[in-house]
C-alpha cells in the first residue's frame, strides 16, 4: 500500500474534484481511495508515504499523438538543410532522420521520450513510428522500452509510399503483425492502430492494401491536412478534399485518429462528428513546422 499526500490534489469525482491538502492511497495498480493527507493517514496508517511537498497531484497525461522516432533531433542541425515550407521541412528533417534509424536507434529513441514522460506525468501515449531505414520489427523494439518503463502504449508505423510500393507493403505489415501481437496481449497495457502518414503519400492501393491487412476492432491514426499542400495535393489528385477522400475509403470512425486537421472547413468539421471520429491538436508540432493553427475550438464546441 501505498499513499502519496501532501499536495493540492485534482480528482475526476465530480463529487469531490479538488483537495486543497489532499493524499491519494494506491495498492498494486489500483487507487483505493482518495481523501484529505490526514484522513487517508489515519486509515492507513502501515502504507508507505510519500511527501508531494505541496505539489499537484491529478490523473496523469495521455499523450495522444507522439514520434517517438525523432526524439533525437532537440538541438540537431542537419548540413545543408534550409528548409522553404512544409514539404521541405518533411523531406529535408523528419524523411531524413527516419531513413537512417537502425531497430537499436528504434529501441533507444523510445528509451528517452518515454523517460521524459514520465518526468513530465504522461503515463499513456499513442505513437506514430517511421524508420524507414528498418521498418520489419520497429514496433515491436518501442514494445520493450515501454515494458522496461511501464508507459502504456498504442503504436503504429507510418504507412507511405513516399519510399516505394515494397517499403508501404512492409509498413502495412508491420501493422499487421504489431496489432495482433497487441491484441493477444492480455497485459491492457499495449495496443495497436494501422497508421498512415497523410493522404498525398499514399495511393488508393496502398489505401485498400491496408484496408485489407487492419484486423477487425482496431482504427487508423493519419496525419490529416498537416499542410496546405496537403488540401492541394488531394483537390488535385482525386478531386475532393482530404476528410472526402478518408470518408469514401472508410478510414472514419470513432476508433480512428486524424492528427492536426489545420486545413478543414465545416463540411467536414461536420464528418468529423457525424463518424465520432477522434482529433489530436498538436501545438507544439504546428508551431515548430510553421503549419498554422487549425480550428481546435471551433471542433471541441461541434
Same mark, same amino acid.
Given at each position: 500500500?501505498?499513499? *502519496?499526500? @501532501? &499536495?493540492?490534489?485534482? %480528482?475526476? !469525482?465530480?463529487?469531490?474534484? /479538488?483537495?486543497?491538502?489532499?493524499?491519494?492511497?494506491?495498492?498494486?495498480?489500483?487507487?483505493?481511495?482518495?481523501?484529505?493527507?490526514?484522513?487517508?493517514?489515519?486509515?492507513?496508517?502501515?502504507?508507505?508515504?510519500?511527501?508531494?511537498?505541496?505539489?499537484?497531484?491529478?490523473?496523469?497525461?495521455?499523450?495522444?499523438?507522439?514520434?517517438?522516432?525523432?526524439?533525437?533531433?532537440?538541438?540537431?542541425?542537419?548540413?545543408?538543410?534550409?528548409?522553404?515550407?512544409?514539404?521541405?521541412?518533411l523531406d529535408g528533417m523528419w524523411w531524413t532522420i527516419d531513413?537512417?534509424?537502425?531497430?537499436?536507434?528504434?529501441?533507444?529513441?523510445?528509451?528517452?521520450?518515454?523517460?521524459?514522460? *514520465?518526468? @513530465? &506525468?504522461?503515463?499513456? %501515449?499513442? !505513437?506514430?513510428?517511421?524508420? /524507414?531505414?528498418?521498418?520489419?520489427?520497429?514496433?515491436?523494439?518501442?514494445?520493450?522500452?515501454?515494458?522496461?518503463?511501464?508507459?502504456?502504449?498504442?503504436?503504429?508505423?507510418?504507412?507511405?509510399?513516399?519510399?516505394?510500393?515494397?517499403?508501404?507493403?512492409?509498413?502495412?505489415?508491420?501493422?499487421?503483425?504489431?496489432?495482433?501481437?497487441?491484441?493477444?496481449?492480455?497485459?491492457?497495457?499495449?495496443?495497436?492502430?494501422?497508421?498512415?502518414?497523410?493522404?498525398?503519400?499514399?495511393?488508393?492501393?496502398?489505401?485498400e492494401l491496408a484496408a485489407s491487412h487492419k484486423p477487425e476492432?482496431?482504427?487508423?491514426?493519419?496525419?490529416?491536412?498537416?499542410?496546405?499542400?496537403?488540401?492541394?495535393?488531394?483537390?488535385?489528385?482525386?478531386?475532393?478534399?482530404?476528410?472526402?477522400?478518408?470518408?469514401?475509403?472508410?478510414?472514419?470512425g470513432e476508433k480512428t485518429l486524424l492528427g492536426h486537421c489545420?486545413?478543414?472547413?465545416?463540411?467536414?468539421?461536420?464528418?468529423?462528428?457525424?463518424?465520432?471520429?477522434?482529433?489530436?491538436?498538436?501545438?507544439?508540432?504546428?508551431?515548430?513546422?510553421?503549419?498554422?493553427?487549425?480550428?481546435?475550438?471551433?471542433?471541441?464546441?461541434?
Amino acid at each position: 500500500m501505498l499513499v *502519496i499526500g @501532501n &499536495g493540492r490534489m485534482i %480528482t475526476r !469525482d465530480p463529487q469531490n474534484p /479538488f483537495f486543497e491538502n489532499g493524499a491519494v492511497a494506491i495498492e498494486g495498480s489500483e487507487i483505493r481511495k482518495v481523501g484529505t493527507t490526514e484522513d487517508m493517514k489515519k486509515e492507513y496508517p502501515d502504507a508507505e508515504y510519500i511527501d508531494a511537498k505541496g505539489g499537484v497531484i491529478m490523473p496523469a497525461f495521455i499523450n495522444a499523438h507522439e514520434h517517438i522516432y525523432s526524439s533525437f533531433a532537440r538541438g540537431l542541425s542537419i548540413k545543408g538543410y534550409d528548409p522553404h515550407g512544409f514539404l521541405e521541412i518533411l523531406d529535408g528533417m523528419w524523411w531524413t532522420i527516419d531513413r537512417n534509424l537502425t531497430l537499436e536507434d528504434t529501441r533507444l529513441s523510445a528509451m528517452a521520450t518515454y523517460i521524459d514522460s *514520465i518526468k @513530465n &506525468g504522461v503515463t499513456t %501515449t499513442f !505513437d506514430h513510428h517511421a524508420s /524507414f531505414g528498418h521498418i520489419t520489427d520497429s514496433l515491436f523494439k518501442i514494445e520493450e522500452a515501454a515494458k522496461e518503463t511501464g508507459v502504456r502504449s498504442c503504436l503504429c508505423y507510418e504507412v507511405s509510399d513516399r519510399d516505394g510500393k515494397d517499403k508501404a507493403k512492409e509498413a502495412v505489415l508491420e501493422n499487421e503483425a504489431f496489432i495482433k501481437h497487441a491484441l493477444a496481449d492480455d497485459s491492457d497495457m499495449i495496443a495497436g492502430m494501422m497508421g498512415m502518414h497523410a493522404q498525398f503519400t499514399i495511393s488508393d492501393e496502398t489505401m485498400e492494401l491496408a484496408a485489407s491487412h487492419k484486423p477487425e476492432g482496431v482504427g487508423y491514426h493519419i496525419h490529416v491536412a498537416e499542410g496546405i499542400e496537403d488540401l492541394h495535393d488531394c483537390l488535385k489528385k482525386h478531386g475532393k478534399r482530404i476528410v472526402d477522400r478518408l470518408m469514401d475509403c472508410n478510414i472514419l470512425g470513432e476508433k480512428t485518429l486524424l492528427g492536426h486537421c489545420i486545413y478543414i472547413n465545416p463540411h467536414e468539421m461536420q464528418l468529423i462528428k457525424d463518424t465520432d471520429t477522434m482529433v489530436v491538436h498538436n501545438p507544439e508540432s504546428n508551431m515548430g513546422n510553421a503549419c498554422g493553427c487549425p480550428p481546435t475550438m471551433e471542433l471541441v464546441h461541434r
